[in-house]
């Protein structure tokens, strides 16, 4: 088991390692996120913050802090099962997850525009590993690091500060 700093450090880097995987499907890989897709990218960010500062504190606080980044997993996992609840044709996604309509003056504006936008919509599945998509990927390592990130939270001392 994780204990001390080291289970905030390792948490930080999984999840800017994480984060990095979806900036360079998108930036590398031309994979457009959608709305769901960019939505699930803020816990990470929040989680390195949270055990970055967990690394920085004694021990009582870096407990909390610890508990408040499960939190912040078990949010981001709920927001990726409602992603794959989309793609699945579950339940309807966001009104903003087929495109939102740009606004325009007249009807010439209105074509330039839409032609200029992507539209990446959140009920199609761009990429997918073994059946299962981005969106389920990302609630199983939510998932993952929120049960570690509890489980050190919890965790007895084993010396040290």
């Excluded at 078990?74 to 579950?90: P, R, S, Y």
Aim: with cysteine; glycine share 10%.
């Amino acid at each position: 088991m994780l204990n001390g700093r080291l289970a905030p450090l390792f948490l930080a880097l999984a999840s800017a390692a994480i984060l990095g995987s979806a900036l360079a499907s998108q930036y590398v890989g031309g994979l457009s996120p959608c709305e769901l897709c960019i939505w699930q990218r803020w816990p990470y960010v929040a989680t390195i913050v949270l055990c970055l500062a967990a690394a920085a504190v004694r021990r009582p606080a870096r407990r909390a802090l610890l508990a408040l980044a499960g939190l912040v997993f078990l949010a981001g996992a709920a927001v990726a099962a409602f992603h794959v609840g989309v793609e699945q044709h579950w339940w309807q996604g966001l009104q903003s997850c087929g495109g939102n309509l740009p606004q325009a003056r007249t009807v010439e504006e209105l074509r330039a525009a839409l032609l200029q936008q992507p539209v990446v919509r959140c009920d199609e599945i761009a990429w997918s590993l073994f059946g299962i998509s981005m969106a389920g990927w990302n609630f199983l390592l939510s998932l993952g690091l929120a049960a570690l990130s509890f489980a050190s939270a919890l965790s007895k001392p084993t010396g040290g500060r």
